[in-house]
Structure formats: structure tokens, C-alpha cells
């Protein structure tokens, strides 16, 4: 019985000394892990401040992102941001119908564009008077170039539909005698 009592004091002992919290480890990596919490909380505030929020400062006065926003919106930025939405969802329909737009067919289009200013002088100078660079041209001709095959994919016009539109319209496609 003795021994038993024994046993069991010394299986106490090692227990309390070997217990994970009274370890001098535990206590210092638990000071080191609360000093990383500290200091990400603390950075986290720092950068995310609202006088380091702005977009840009101007003689130390920050312009915010949420004023330039209500600025944009009230000066035609709500058809910038329509386009952006619009060509999200037509890239998006692209890709899910598996339909692609080739470096080519962008090409074609440029000149297509190009011949109806006749010179590529003219031609700049539309961009230029646009604020367009041949580059921005393409970037915006892409959602345009995905829609119209998008639609051409989803769109068959029968021969009946076809001769139906027409006899319907017979008198738009008149043309009066013309001398040469």
C-alpha cells in the first residue's frame, strides 16, 4: 500500500512538472505569438488608416477614393463603369459558349476602321481627338467583336425568315432608275 501511495505521489509530481503551462517554453512562445498578433494588428491599422487610404495627396491634402468615385459617376463615370459590367458579362458569355476573338480579327477590324478615314494621318487623329491609343482600341473592340459572335452563334435566320423580312419591307429595298 505504501508503495502503491508512492507511486501515485510521484506520477503527481512528474505530472505538474511536465504540464505543458508550467513549462518556461510555452510561456515564451505564447509571448511571442501575442507579440505577432500585437504588431499585424498594429501595422494592419497603420496602413489602412484613413489619411493613407487616398488615392493621391496633393500639397498634403489626400483625395479619397469615395470622392473620386461620386466625381466620376457624376461626370459620365456611370457609362465607364456600364462598359466595364457589359463587357464582363459578354467575356463571360464567351467563355462559357467557347467562343474567342483572334489577334487577327481584331487586326482586320483596325483596318476596317482605318480605310474609312482614308489615310492613317486621319485616322490618329481620330484617336488622338478620342483619347485613344491604337492599343485602348483594341482593348475596346474585343467585347464588341465576342458579342457580335455571340449573337451570330445564337442567331440562325431561316430562308422563310428570311424571305418573309422581305416581302415585308419590299419597298425599302426599291431602287429608282438610275443614269450612269
Request: glycine share 4%.
Amino acid at each position: 500500500m505504501a508503495e502503491e501511495n508512492n507511486l501515485q505521489e510521484t506520477l503527481q509530481e512528474n505530472v505538474s512538472k511536465d504540464h505543458i503551462f508550467s513549462s518556461k517554453w510555452f510561456w515564451i512562445f505564447g509571448i511571442i505569438i501575442g507579440l505577432l498578433i500585437a504588431s499585424n494588428i498594429i501595422m494592419y491599422f497603420w496602413f489602412n488608416s484613413p489619411s493613407r487610404t487616398g488615392l493621391v495627396s496633393v500639397n498634403g491634402e489626400i483625395i479619397k477614393k469615395d470622392e473620386f468615385i461620386k466625381v466620376m459617376m457624376g461626370q459620365g463615370g456611370r457609362n465607364v463603369l456600364d462598359w466595364l459590367i457589359e463587357s464582363k458579362l459578354i467575356s463571360q458569355k464567351a467563355k462559357e459558349e467557347g467562343i474567342s476573338i483572334s489577334d487577327k480579327e481584331i487586326e482586320d477590324r483596325i483596318s476596317e476602321i482605318r480605310d474609312t478615314f482614308g489615310s492613317q494621318e486621319k485616322f490618329l487623329s481620330f484617336l488622338s481627338m478620342y483619347d485613344l491609343t491604337e492599343e485602348s482600341l483594341k482593348e475596346q473592340l474585343v467585347p464588341r467583336l465576342l458579342a457580335e459572335k455571340i449573337i451570330v452563334k445564337n442567331k440562325t435566320i431561316t430562308d422563310k425568315e428570311l424571305l418573309d423580312y422581305f416581302n415585308k419591307n419590299k419597298s425599302t429595298f426599291d431602287e429608282k432608275e438610275q443614269i450612269k
